[in-house]
C-alpha cells in the first residue's frame, strides 16, 4: 500500500466537499420516496460481520444516509467497509459500540462517492486508517476534495486483522478504481455500487469518474468467480450467491439490448423508454446513462 501524508482541512468543510462527485451522478434523477423517518438498521450477517443497511432502498433515504456499511470485528478491532455520509457518523459509532469496544482500526473505502466516503474523515479523526484505491483517490484529487484518504492500493492489497484476512480488489466498473472487501474466512464480499439493486434507485455507472457498462460486466463476472455466502450491496438488501448471479445477469442484459438498439439507430430517449418498463429506467423524459452507454457501446 502507498501512504501519503495531508495536512488537515476543518472537517465540516471536507464533509461537505465529498458529496459533490455522487451529487453530479445522481442530478439527472429526482428524488423519491417520502422523507426517512427511522435510522439505518443494524443487520447481522455472521456473528462477527454485519451490515448497516436503510431501512427503505430509495433516493431520499440515500440522501439523508448514504450507502450501506459492512462492519468486521476482529479482536485487534473493527474494520469498516464505507462510512455512509457525515449526517449518520454518530449513529454508525453507537451501532458498532452495541457489538464491541473495540477501536475502528479501518475504513475501506468502496468508492469515492459521498454516500459511501463523506463519513470518512470523521473516521480518520477518531484515529481509524482510511483506505481507497490509488484510481478513486485521483478521482478526489480531479474534483479538488480538501481532505484525502492518506493510504491507497493499486490492484491488491490485503490486511490481516486479528487472525483475519481482509482482501482488496481494485477494479474498474462504476468508477475507475472501485473495491470490492472479500472476507475469506466469513464467505462474505463486499462490492459497494458495483451491485445496486433497488428499484427506487437507477442503475448507472459513473462515467465522469472512469466507469463504463463493459468494465461493470467484467467487473461482476470477476466477483462471480469467488468462494462466498452472501454479498453486501452500495445500496439494497444483502443478497446470496444465487441472487447476485440474477443482478448480474440483469446488467449484462441492459448492456446488450442498449448496444443493439444502438446499432439500429435508435434515439437516447427511444433507447430508455424501451429500458423503462422491464427495469425500471429513470422516469419520463430522463434518458440516464443512455447518452453514455450509446457513445461506449457503437
Do not use: C
Not at 74 to 84: R, Y
Request: charged share 20%.
Amino acid at each position: 500500500m502507498n501512504k501519503t501524508h495531508h495536512s488537515r482541512v476543518p472537517i465540516p468543510a471536507a464533509l461537505s466537499a465529498l458529496l459533490l462527485p455522487f451529487v453530479a451522478a445522481i442530478a439527472a434523477t429526482p428524488p423519491q420516496g417520502p422523507a426517512p423517518t427511522e435510522l439505518p438498521r443494524l443487520i447481522k450477517i455472521r456473528d462477527d460481520v454485519y451490515t448497516i443497511q436503510n431501512v427503505n432502498s430509495n433516493l431520499a433515504e440515500l440522501g439523508a444516509f448514504g450507502g450501506n456499511v459492512t462492519v468486521y470485528l476482529t479482536d485487534e478491532g473493527v474494520i469498516l467497509v464505507d462510512s455512509k455520509n457525515d449526517k449518520v457518523h454518530d449513529d454508525i459509532i453507537a451501532k458498532v459500540r452495541t457489538l464491541t469496544d473495540k477501536p475502528i482500526k479501518y475504513v475501506i473505502l468502496t468508492h469515492n462517492h459521498g454516500d459511501h466516503a463523506a463519513g470518512a474523515p470523521g473516521m480518520a479523526a477518531m484515529g481509524a486508517t482510511v483506505i481507497i484505491s490509488k484510481g478513486d483517490r485521483d478521482n478526489l484529487v480531479r474534483t479538488k476534495q480538501p481532505w484525502l484518504p492518506q493510504v491507497t492500493y493499486t490492484g491488491r492489497a490485503d490486511l490481516f486483522v486479528g487472525g483475519k484476512e481482509i482482501e482488496l480488489h481494485e477494479i474498474k466498473g462504476h468508477t475507475r478504481g472501485d473495491t470490492f472487501v472479500y472476507l475469506p474466512q466469513a464467505r462474505v464480499v463486499a462490492v459497494g455500487d458495483l451491485s445496486h439493486n433497488p428499484p427506487a434507485i437507477p442503475l448507472q455507472v459513473n462515467y465522469p469518474d472512469g466507469g463504463g457498462w463493459t468494465d461493470w460486466v467484467n467487473a461482476l463476472d470477476t466477483i462471480a468467480t469467488l468462494d462466498f455466502e452472501f454479498l453486501v450491496q452500495g445500496h439494497g438488501p444483502v443478497l446470496t450467491k444465487a441472487e447476485f448471479a440474477a443482478f448480474r445477469e440483469r446488467v449484462f442484459t441492459i448492456r446488450e439490448r442498449v448496444r443493439a438498439l444502438n446499432k439500429q439507430g435508435k434515439t437516447a430517449e427511444e433507447i430508455a423508454a424501451t429500458l423503462r418498463p422491464e427495469f425500471n429506467w429513470p422516469a419520463e423524459g430522463r434518458t440516464g446513462n443512455v447518452p453514455d452507454m450509446m457513445q461506449e457501446l457503437r
